[in-house]
């Protein structure tokens, strides 16, 4: 198996299990604070499942920056579609955005990932 592909599991592993965690964290705040009403198990199962898969990609997509015939420019590009597919496709299936904000929800996640990827940039390149 490739070095990269396994570096992306491993990496990918590592980080899921703490999607459900923090799904249950926001469970319980929403519960605490009456926002919303009860939701079924299996909307509730779906939601862990989406959650971690999440966190798989998320984390693992970063192997990308091992990848030494890639320009960096390249790597952060792919990295930026993966994640933000990704999150629009889960977010999409879930229910927890409707098509109607795609665009605003497309120009938060692009500012917020140039910005995220221009201050890690500037700490590793020090």
Excluded: H
Excluded at 21 to 41: K, P
Excluded at 97 to 111: V, W
């Amino acid at each position: 198996m490739n070095k990269n592909v396994k570096e992306f599991i491993k990496r990918g592993l590592m980080a899921c299990w703490g999607g459900p965690i923090i799904l249950a964290v926001v469970w319980l705040f929403i519960d605490n604070g009456n926002i919303t009403s009860q939701i079924s198990l299996y909307k509730a199962g779906v939601s862990v499942i989406s959650v971690t898969i999440l966190a798989f990609v998320v984390a693992g997509i970063s192997t990308i920056y091992q990848i030494e015939s890639l320009p960096l420019a390249i790597a952060g590009l792919i990295q930026c579609l993966v994640i933000y597919l990704t999150y629009l496709v889960v977010y999409l299936l879930n229910g927890w955005i409707n098509k109607s904000i795609i665009i605003p929800f497309t120009i938060i996640f692009a500012s917020s990932f140039i910005v995220i990827w221009i201050c890690i940039y500037l700490v590793t390149r020090k």
